[in-house]
Each structure stands twice: as C-alpha cells, then as structure tokens.
C-alpha cells in the first residue's frame, strides 16, 4: 500500500451551479479520501472550479456582470455546497486564482522552451459547450453534444501533440491500470491509433483566458489551463513546490466518462512534454441519468442536491449515489427510488438494526455491553469476517454499489439473527441465570455486527455512522483506528452513549416535498440567472426584456432568444409545403407591418431538441422528425431535406412555433413548424444558439 494518496475530481465549469450529478463525482472522491484517510493513507483530495474560457465569458455577459463576478459568485456555490455536505476536500483550486496563473503560464513557457509549441494558423470548428476543436465540416455540430459548431480562423500556438502518438499508446501498453475501466481504456486506445493531429492550445478572439507569457494577445486553450490545475494546487511552478513533491503524480484522476480523451490524451501528453510523471489512474464513472437523459442545466433536468440534503439528509443522498449508481456506468436518478433506498436500507435496515439492539442493551443490561456467555452464534461469527474482506477488495476496487450490496447482508443476518433468537422473550425453559446469558450473548453478537457495519459504511456515511459509533460508547469516530475491524472488537463492559434516531423512516410526503422544492427552483434556475437578480433591478430586467421581443427594426432579432441565433429574420422552414408564419402575421396583425406585442406573443416558440428525423418517402424536400420539448415529444414535418442530411440533426436544438394547430402532410401529421433562415436562392438555415438552452425553453 502506498503511504501516500492524491486523488482528484474534475474542476467544474462555473456556467451552471452545483446539480446531483457534479455532486456525484465529488461525492465518490470525498467516500475515496475518507476510506485512504481511515486505513492511514496520507491522503490529499483536490477539488475546485474552472472559470476561463469563452463558454464563461458568454454565460456572464449574458447575465450582464463582468466574467470575475460570475465565476465569484458560482464558484462560491459550488464551494458553499461541498461544505454544507461536509465534503473534506483538502483545497479548492480556483483557475482566477494568482496561484493557477502563475503555473499555467510557467507550463506553457516550459513546453514552448522544449520545443513542443510552435505559431501556426487554426480553421476549424470549435464546439463552445465543450470547449473543444472538433472535426466537422462548417455548419456541422459537434459529434459530442449535438450543439451547433463556430467556424474559427485564428492565429494560435500550437502544441506538437502528434509527437506523443506512439508514446502515448506505449504507455498505455505498459501502464493497462492507467485507464479504467476496460470500455473507455479501449476508446482512448483506438483515438491515438486512428492518429493525433497538433492541438491548437492559444485564442485571440475573446479575452476570458490565461495570457500566453510575452504574446497576450492570445489566451491559453481552457483544457490546457484547466488541466494544469492539479498540479499548479500543489504549488508547481511555485517558490514552494513542497506539496508537489510529496504528493505528485496524481494517485487517482476521477472524471466523468465524456472528459477522459481530455485526462488520458492530452494532459499525459503535455506532463510528457514537461518531463513531469504521468498520474498513476484515471478513473471515468457514467453519467447520472434523470428521465432517461443526462442531467445537465441545458436539458433542463437537474436535481439540486440542497433539495435531498433538506428532506432525507446529505447520508442519504451519498447512500443512493453509491449504492444505485454501479461506479463506471450511467445510473437512474428518480425520487421515488432515493425514498424507497432510503426507506429499506438506511430506515428500516441498518438504522432499525441499531435501534432495536443498543434499546435492548439499555433495557436488559443498563446500557453496557454484555459479556456474551458460552452460546455461540456460530454463523454470524464466521460469516461476518468473510463479509469483511469482501467488502474491503470491493471498496479497493471501486466497486461501491457490491459492497455496500455485501455489507448489508450483514445487517440481514444479524437481524434475522435477533428475531429467530428472540432475547426480549422469556424462556420458560430457561433459568434467569441462562436467560440472561443467552441475552448477553445475542446483543453482543448484535452490537459487534453494527460496530463492524459502522466502521466499513463510514465513508459512505459519515454523519450516521458518527452518530452510531458515539452511541456504541466509542467516541470520536475520526480518532478511531478503523483500520482493523477484527471479529470481537468491541469490548464488554464499554458503557453505551446517548441513544437518539439515526434514520428516522421519510415521512410520506417526502417525495412530494422534495418535488415541490425543486419546483420552486424550476425552470432549474441557472446560475447566471441569479446573478442577473442580484445586479439588476426588475424594471430594468423588464426593460430589457421588452426591447428584445418589440424590436424597432422591421426585421425581428432574437436576442432574448440567445445571442448567437443567425442575424437573417427567422421564417419557417417547411419548404413550399406551408408558410403559417405568415399566415399567422396577417392574421394577427392587420394593420401594415407592424404587429404589436400582445400579437408576437400569441405566437409561442420554443427551444425543442431533434430525436429522430427521417425521410418520407416520396418527397423530396420533407423530413419527419420527432422532437422533444422536454414536456412532450412531438412529430414536426418540415422542408429541409435538401439542406441536411437525417443523420446530422439527431440531437440538435432548433426553435419550433409550438401552438401551431396541427396539420397534415403526405398522410401525416405535423404538429408545429421549425424556424430556419430562408436566403435567397440558398437553402434554408436552422435557427440555433450559441449558449447552451434548456429544452422547452419559451423564446421572447
Ligand atoms: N471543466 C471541465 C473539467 C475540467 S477538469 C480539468 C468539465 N466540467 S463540467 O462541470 O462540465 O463537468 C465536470 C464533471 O461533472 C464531469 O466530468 C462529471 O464528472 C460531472 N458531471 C456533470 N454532469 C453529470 C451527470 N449528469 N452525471 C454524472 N456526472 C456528471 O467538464
């Protein structure tokens, strides 16, 4: 075992604040460092937020404040988040921070002082929402997130990343733990293989960056800047490189799976360029799934941890994520089965369990731990040490949701154990004398279970399993050496602490409750919203709204919409089939031109996001698409099949008129309208953003 441990979460993009599945990595990082710091690892977890880049530049000019007082504001909610969870991170590393700089800057130099940057010129697509150069053609979108791609041509420095092809795939042979698990090791395999083309790691057209050192006009690429936080944390580049010393190379990188190209690509690349050690893993999890698609602000389908933290408990929120989620593949978030976990493991198993034996030891044995006498609970006794090192192996393996699955055979056991022993029952059988001796011997057998549990579950959960181990008399669970959690531990004659709940059952509204939480918070608030709130009065807000939707021009622009919606008017895209905006215009207006607001606003449009779209038959221009709103799919037909192939829009964002009476085309029926740039002579252009919209989002 090594006596030292580093272990990291990804720093998190301050665009959107904390949600349960940002909350997820953190979560398993912080149940890591505690188990390390329990078994006497010297152990160091690094956590923070990642504010350059032109995604933040974005979100903050859009709510109207400079990017520092953005990425104040969220960073600290992200921050405030982890401390009401009572996360133990060891630093949280912001990339604004002097400290960060400094190191990025000095990486930078070193690489271009070996050699490995040179000046070159990038035309390319670049995907904002990932902050990533991708290879499609213009007008594409990104093959990641399905987001509208941006054309650009700029002057940058270049990082000479297809130097380390081969030594990149050398490593990996040599080093088959570096990348777990097996699936995403054999994506990146198959990346480097297919060949590494240089990576473009400066920019020019926007200033939210890291300045390259004597060039400042240009900003570092935000993965090379972001990835340089695990070690600029540890002070490299730094008068004081203590820390890195002792702590680098990183024991444990925990990503989530959609970022490993980014950990195992790149950051190894530009470590071996820097003649710096590698990190010994990196570990990708799945996503967290809610209503069968990935949480995140742009879908609209967050669960805020605050609202479970304030209903059933941090304990309980850390149970689920562990149990439910099988670490490595993606996992279901619902309410429902966060009560029904809650309920049966946490409520009616392990809290009931400590419940019925420590009450029965107050009440037979004044509350001290009885000497078990001759009986013996042979089972218990020899299965529970297997249990134990069991669950141990599946821990060390991250493997969470089966040892947690293993250790509460344990809590099964023991209190089948109690209810076939019966010790509250008197035995006419039996003398006093053997009455009690039975009775000491299954409530020790009972209370050793749960010290065993409780050691074992700690990481997992702390709060509870402090509770229960100051109610088993043993103190401070932090003081405690968990390392040795042998059979017969616990000492008789230990005089039992104060006795209280530890998971009462979730009342019957708790689902509901929670639900209502987050609907007060709905439609999921993004950050930036609130800090529009803060800095804006309502008037102005509604000023500005105003101004958006009545524009003075004759041509109508989005911009309340998002920036970055194509400067051309917005008009339907359904070819020569029909033309009901128009329609709609006359109808609604009859006075010239103009419409007023109270016309524009009869219109609804929405932001809806292509699930599938196909060709019909026997008609050229039309495509069949489904397209969901987030409260509801729907069949849209529309004429652009001369436009874009099928294939290219699955997963897009485009606006749709969404209280379009319902119309049929070609024998089916098409329920709303897409909006598209119509140019002359050209083909039609799909209205999209820039930013990153909710599903279902209304336009105005
Ligand atoms: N800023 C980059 C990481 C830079 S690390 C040098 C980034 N940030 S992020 O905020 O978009 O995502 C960070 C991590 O949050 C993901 O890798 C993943 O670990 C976690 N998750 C975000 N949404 C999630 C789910 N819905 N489910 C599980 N994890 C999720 O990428």
């Known amino acids: 075992m090594t006596d030292k441990f580093y272990l990291t979460t990804p720093i998190y993009y301050v665009n959107a604040r904390p949600h349960i599945g940002t909350t997820y990595t953190t979560v398993v990082a912080d149940v890591i460092a505690r188990r390390k710091r329990a078994l006497g690892v010297d152990t160091f977890f690094l956590t923070g937020t990642d504010e350059h880049g032109q995604k933040i530049e974005r979100s903050a000019e859009r709510a109207g404040c400079s990017p520092q007082a953005f990425t104040d504001e969220v960073s600290a909610q992200f921050r405030a988040l982890w401390d009401r969870m009572g996360l133990t991170y060891d630093d949280f590393i ?41 290879d499609v053609p213009p007008g594409a979108p990104c093959p990641e997130c399905g987001r509208p791609t941006e054309t650009i041509n700029e002057e940058n420095y270049f990082f000479k990343l297809s130097a380390f092809e081969r030594p990149l795939l050398e490593f990996y042979e040599a080093h088959p733990e570096f990348i777990r698990p097996e699936t995403r090791r054999n994506e990146v395999v198959s990346f480097v293989r297919a060949g590494l083309k240089d990576l473009s790691i400066s ?60 950990h195992c690509v790149y950051w190894p690349a530009f470590l071996m360029a820097a003649g710096l050690p590698l990190p010994k893993s990196v570990v990708a999890h799945g996503w967290l799934l809610f209503e069968e698609s990935k949480m995140s602000k742009s879908r609209g389908n967050i669960v805020r941890a605050e609202t479970i933290l304030e209903v059933l408990g941090a304990d309980a929120l850390r149970y689920f994520l562990l149990r439910e989620v099988v670490f490595g593949q993606d996992g279901s ?43 013996q609970a042979a089972s218990l006794a020899t299965e529970i040490p297997e249990t134990v090192v069991a669950v141990e192996q599946q821990f060390e393996a991250l493997d969470f949701s089966r040892a947690l699955e293993r250790l509460w055979t344990i809590v099964a056991a023991t209190d089948g154990y109690l209810t076939a022993s019966a010790p509250w029952k008197q035995s006419e059988s039996l003398t006093d004398e053997q009455q009690r001796a039975l009775r000491a011997t299954v409530l020790y057998t009972a209370a050793e279970a749960i010290r065993i549990v409780t050691a074992l579950v700690y990481p997992v959960l702390p709060d509870a399993a402090a509770k229960v181990w100051a ?11 968990l390392k040795q959690v042998a059979w017969g531990g616990l000492k008789p004659g230990t005089k039992l602490g104060e006795l209280g709940p530890v998971f009462p059952r979730a009342e019957k509204d708790a689902i509901q409750k929670m639900k209502e939480i987050e609907e007060k918070n709905a439609p999921a608030a993004p950050a930036e919203d609130k800090v529009v709130k803060a800095e804006k009065p309502a008037e102005e807000a509604a000023a500005a709204e105003h101004t958006a939707v009545a524009p003075k021009q004759a041509e109508p622009r989005h911009e309340a919409g998002g920036r970055g919606m194509p400067a051309a008017p917005a008009v339907p895209a359904t070819g020569t089939v029909v033309n009901p905006v128009q329609e709609a215009a006359a109808a609604l207006s009859g006075s010239g031109d103009k419409i007023t607001i109270d016309d524009f606003t009869k219109v609804e449009l929405r932001v809806a996001q292509i699930k599938v779209a196909e060709r019909v ?9 489904e397209v969901d709103l987030g409260y509801e799919q729907r069949q849209i037909l529309a004429g652009i099949a001369e436009a874009y192939a099928p294939e290219s829009l699955v997963g897009r964002k485009i606006v749709i008129v969404a209280n379009l009476a319902p119309r049929k085309l070609r024998g089916l029926e098409s329920n709303g309208m897409l909006l598209a740039a119509s140019l002359e002579g050209g083909k039609p252009v799909l209205a999209s953003f820039l930013e990153d919209v909710e599903i279902g989002a209304r336009l105005k």
């Open 203 to 262: 920019r020019t057209s926007f200033k939210w960056g890291i300045p390259v050192p004597g060039d400042e006009k240009h900003v570092i690429y935000v993965w090379m800047d972001a990835l340089a936080n695990y070690i600029t944390a540890l002070g490299w580049g730094s008068d004081d490189e203590s820390k890195f010393k002792t702590y680098w190379p990183a024991d444990l990188h925990i990503v989530g799976k959609e970022i490993t190209r980014f």
């Open 94 to 134: 912001r990339t604004t921070e002097p400290r960060h700089k400094r190191g990025v800057q000095k990486l930078f130099a070193l690489l271009k002082e070996r050699g490995y940057i040179y000046k070159g010129s990038y035309t390319g697509q670049y995907c904002v929402y990932d902050e990533a150069y991708v």
């Open 617 to 625: 038959p026997k008609a050229d221009k039309l495509l069949r698409l």
């Open 333 to 375: 978030f619902s309410f429902d089965a966060l009560v029904q976990r809650y309920n049966s493991d946490l409520a009616n198993g392990y809290g009931n369990l400590v419940s019925r034996t420590l009450t029965m030891i107050g009440k037979y044995f004044d509350g001290v731990v009885p000497e078990p006498a001759g009986l």
């Open 471 to 481: 109610q088993l008399g043993l103190g401070d669970i932090q003081k405690a050496d």
